[in-house]
């Protein structure tokens, strides 16, 4: 996750996603960087049609492309990922005008602090579907009234 930030690669996936209700999110701790997180819509067809036919699922697709917690930061249990994974999650329904909305997320089944994350966050394994090497698809639905108001930022 770190080198997906540092070699610009999550700049670069921002500004081409930003056309298409991509975001590119910056968390902060009592002033201090926290979390990085990025999200947009799926536009793939041929990732979309082939998830839409297994889910049953109509409406809008986002793909959680990251979550990035500052090293400093990390440690404590999730606490700041969960409420960074929240908010993603709400800025989700914020750019689909609040509707069910399909949240699609590839974790590195090596990285068990991440797949911890978005366990605890409600995700389901999608094991049927293939991804690249040690990639692992995980789901969740989300709606207005199950996710968690954004935190103030400090």
Excluded at 5 to 14: I, K, M, V, Y
Excluded at 81 to 93: N, R, S, Y
Excluded at 113 to 127: K, M, P, T, Y
Aim: aromatic share 6%; net charge negative; hydrophobic share 40%.
């Amino acid at each position: 996750m770190q080198t997906y930030f540092r070699s610009g690669d999550a700049l670069a996936d921002a500004n081409e996603d930003s056309a298409h209700g991509g975001r590119f999110l910056l968390g902060f701790v009592e002033g201090d960087l926290a979390v990085c997180a990025s999200h947009a819509r799926l536009r793939n067809p041929s990732v979309e049609t082939p998830l839409r036919g297994h889910l049953g699922f109509t409406g809008p697709i986002r793909v959680l492309k990251a979550v990035g917690v500052t090293c400093v930061h990390r440690g404590a249990g999730g606490v700041v990922a969960d409420q960074a994974l929240d908010d993603v999650l709400a800025d989700m329904l914020d750019q689909e005008a609040n509707a069910e909305t399909l949240v699609i997320g590839r974790v590195d089944s090596r990285n068990k602090s991440s797949e911890r994350l978005v366990v605890r966050s409600g995700f389901e394994l999608l094991d049927d579907l293939p991804a690249e090497g040690q990639l692992r698809n995980w789901f969740l639905i989300i709606e207005a009234d199950l996710v968690s108001e954004p935190a103030a930022s400090s």
